[in-house]
């Protein structure tokens, strides 16, 4: 099956500052690659995706970018706040199954 | 924006007794998950549910978890003998299963099991 490694698995950064965490994964029939957010008691919460035929997506402060050949994706903030301190965690699926399996998290501090 | 709702929020139960968790997936929703995070942890996949039946397993989920989707909205969760490892947040999700679109999952606000 499928195996996901983040890293790192904590962050902090000072506010403004950028922060980049990252993905593997082993399977290479997986193509969809979303990334949650999950802040303390609350339910994991998608912020992007991406699938595979595409190199990099971009919402606002928020980008991530996927290297297929090398099986690794990564997310990017940029402009840190202090509401972006959460846990986030990757995970990657395949259109035609059914299984979403997650990367460990990484719990991102952004200093005010 | 539909949601996944779960009850209960939370429940505390003796070790030993049976413990039904219930979700409401989003109407238009075809396949169901149950996903469990022990605290500190990274979610953990549970099973799946398509078509009235189970899709996919996982090792963790061993003969005392059942589900079921008894009246067509919601999908439930049963735990038969609580073990304190079971001692988890479990959230359910439920995704369109449309091919090449609609893949996201989406998570309910979880369960807090504690098994004393």
């Known amino acids: 099956g499928e195996n996901v490694e983040q890293h790192p698995s904590t962050l902090s950064v000072q506010e403004g500052d950028s922060a980049v965490i990252k993905c593997t994964y082993s399977?290479?029939?997986?193509?969809?690659f979303p990334w949650y957010k999950q802040e303390l008691g609350k339910r994991p919460q998608l912020i992007i995706d991406?699938?595979?035929?595409?190199g990099e997506k971009k919402d606002q402060r928020i980008a991530v970018t996927l290297n297929k050949t090398a099986k690794h994706f990564s997310l990017h903030i940029t402009e840190t706040q202090p509401e972006d301190s959460a846990v986030y965690f990757c995970?990657?699926?395949?259109?035609?199954?059914?299984?979403?399996?997650f990367g460990t998290g990484t719990s991102l501090t952004v200093i005010p | 924006e539909p949601e996944v709702t779960q009850t209960p929020s939370h429940q505390v139960t003796q070790m030993g007794q049976e413990v039904i968790l219930r979700c409401v997936p989003i109407?238009?929703?075809?396949?169901f998950y149950w996903y469990r995070q022990i605290l500190g942890q990274k979610v953990e996949f549970l099973v799946s549910?398509?078509?009235?039946?189970?899709?996919?397993k996982s090792e963790i989920f061993d003969d005392q978890f059942s589900v079921e989707r008894p009246d067509g909205s919601n999908f439930t969760l049963k735990i038969r003998s609580t073990k304190l490892e079971d001692s988890a947040m479990y959230f359910c999700?439920?995704?369109?299963?449309?091919?090449?679109?609609?893949?996201?999952?989406?998570f309910g606000e979880g369960s807090w099991l504690t098994v004393v």
């Open positions: 549910f398509y078509n009235n039946e189970i899709s996919e």
């Open positions: 991406i699938r595979s035929n595409v």
């Open positions: 399977d290479s029939a997986s193509n969809y």
């Open positions: 995970a990657a699926s395949q259109n035609t199954g059914n299984q979403f399996y």
């Open positions: 999700a439920s995704r369109t299963g449309l091919l090449y679109s609609g893949n996201t999952i989406y």
């Open positions: 109407s238009n929703h075809l396949y």
